[in-house]
Each structure stands twice: as structure tokens, then as C-alpha cells.
Antibody, heavy 117, light 111 residues
């Protein structure tokens, strides 16, 4: 079955970077995109960006432009999201999700990133 | 950015009774390709979101037929014909005609 398994929780200091991985299985990785969505504690969902696993094309929400990088490794069917210059308000659960028909149809379990001095 | 506005923000429903959630977008979600890029998700407590409905009215694989979506243009509705205990959680609408944005969420609880 289709699965997206994310890396474990992270604790970072303000100004640092974090890189979250999303290992996929059960489908042809290059035929779909991957979106990243975050959720601050007790808050709603916020779309961060998308990457095509076919050609690496990306689209980012404007608020993350210049601070986020999304990449894929087709040899391991894994997607990565790196967020730099972390602030306390970046504390959130970060989700990866497979994209089909412009929808996030299958989601990873989430990765908690805590930014604290 | 397209703003998605959900109402109500919370509702409490007796099991077996219907429930309805409205989602309005600040711009039409009808694309020139004829598709309307409006989706519904349910986030159960402690879980990632799960896709319920895609392109307004199509149930995703495994979604019970008590869930239905309708609407067009800028006004959309998710209906649950008979609420069950397992339907508890937060419901989100999302548009992806432009860069995706989500509604604020509607929390459903059981009376």
C-alpha cells in the first residue's frame, strides 16, 4: 500500500535549519508530486510548497520563498524539505503528502519541529 | 491568495443526525479545463489529515457514502447524512486552482 514515512522529531535553536525527510513506498514515485503542509500547535493547515518528483519543479507559498528548499531523491523515492533561519513561530508539525489531481491524497505521519532557545 | 472561509467553525451533532459545513472562496475555483479544484479533508484527533472529497463532489477511495460534497464557483458544502462517532475531528476545505490555501477548519463533536 502507499506509504509516506517521515523522519523523527527535531529540536532546533532560532536561526538554525531543519531538514525533514519523507520516504515513500507503494507507488511510482516519479509519477506524482509531493506537497509540504505545516500545522502550528492548535492551529490550522498551512500549505508550504510542492515539488514534482518527475522533474524537480517547485512552487512555494510566498511567505516561505527564499527560506525553504524542497528536493527529491528518485533513487530512494524520498522527498526532503529544508527550512532555514528558523524562528519560534516555525514550531509546528510538518507533513508531506502525495499530490494527485492537485489534491494531497496520502499523507505522512508528520514531523514535529520545535524551535526554542 | 484565495481566501477560504468556512462556517460554522464548530458544530455539535447527535449521532445519526445530519451535518453540513459551508466553504466559500474569494474567487471562483472553476478552471478553464472544466474542473473545479475544491477538496475536503478530515483531521481526526492526533492524526494527519485524510482526503474525503476531491473536485467538489468525488469521494476518495474508502470514504463512506454518508459523506457528500456539492457546490460550484465560490460556494461549496460538505454534508454528512448521518453522523457517526468516528466522524469527530476538524474538517478543512482546500482550493488548488491557484497555490493551495485551506479554510480555517470546522470542529465537529458528538453530543
Amino acid at each position: 500500500q502507499v506509504q509516506l514515512v517521515q523522519s523523527g522529531a527535531e529540536v532546533k535553536k532560532p536561526g538554525a535549519s531543519v531538514k525533514v525527510s519523507c520516504r515513500t513506498s507503494g507507488y511510482s514515485f516519479r509519477n506524482y508530486g509531493i506537497s509540504w503542509v505545516r500545522q502550528a500547535p492548535g492551529q490550522g493547515l498551512e500549505w508550504m510548497g510542492w515539488i514534482s518528483a518527475y522533474n524537480g519543479n517547485t512552487n512555494f507559498a510566498q511567505k516561505f520563498q527564499g527560506r525553504v528548499t524542497m528536493t527529491t531523491d528518485t533513487s530512494t523515492s524520498t522527498a526532503y524539505m529544508e527550512l532555514r533561519s528558523l524562528r519560534s513561530d516555525d514550531t509546528a508539525v510538518y507533513y508531506c503528502a502525495r499530490v494527485t489531481r492537485r489534491a494531497c491524497d496520502i499523507w505522512g505521519q508528520g514531523t514535529m519541529v520545535t524551535v526554542s532557545s | 491568495d484565495i481566501v477560504m472561509t468556512q462556517t460554522p467553525l464548530s458544530l455539535s451533532v447527535t449521532p445519526g443526525q445530519p451535518a453540513s459545513i459551508s466553504c466559500k472562496s474569494s474567487q471562483s475555483l472553476l478552471h478553464s479545463d472544466g474542473k473545479t479544484y475544491l477538496y475536503w479533508y478530515l483531521q481526526k484527533p492526533g492524526q494527519p489529515p485524510q482526503l474525503l472529497i476531491y473536485e467538489v463532489s468525488n469521494r476518495f477511495s474508502g470514504v463512506p457514502d454518508r459523506f457528500s460534497g456539492s457546490g460550484s464557483g465560490t460556494d461549496f458544502t460538505l454534508k454528512i447524512s448521518r453522523v457517526e462517532a468516528e466522524d469527530v475531528g476538524v474538517y478543512y476545505c482546500m482550493q488548488s486552482i491557484q497555490l493551495p490555501t485551506f479554510g480555517q477548519g470546522t470542529r465537529l463533536e458528538i453530543k
